[in-house]
């Protein structure tokens, strides 16, 4: 159905991050003994990453605006 479609789409993208993340970051090499540390260290990588694809996202844009000019 095209209902599966849509979540089979939106796990895949999200599956896609979660294997980058482990291939370029060692999210699956942590080695804390408490959950709070490995916390800690899971969310730093997620906001590194998301400031990356942001910094991307807007020097894209920017190229893109300046030869369309």
């Known amino acids: 159905s095209q209902a599966w479609k849509t979540i ?3 796990r895949t993208a999200v599956e896609r991050v979660n294997a980058y993340l482990k291939e370029f970051f060692q999210l699956n090499n942590v ?3 408490t959950g709070k540390r490995a916390k800690i260290h899971f969310d ?3 906001l590194v990453y998301n400031a990356s694809k942001l910094a991307a996202d807007r020097i894209n844009a920017q190229i893109n605006q300046q030869q369309a000019a």
Do not use: G, S
């Open 8 to 10: 089979f789409k939106r």
């Open 44 to 46: 730093m990588v997620t």
């Open 31 to 33: 080695r804390y003994r």
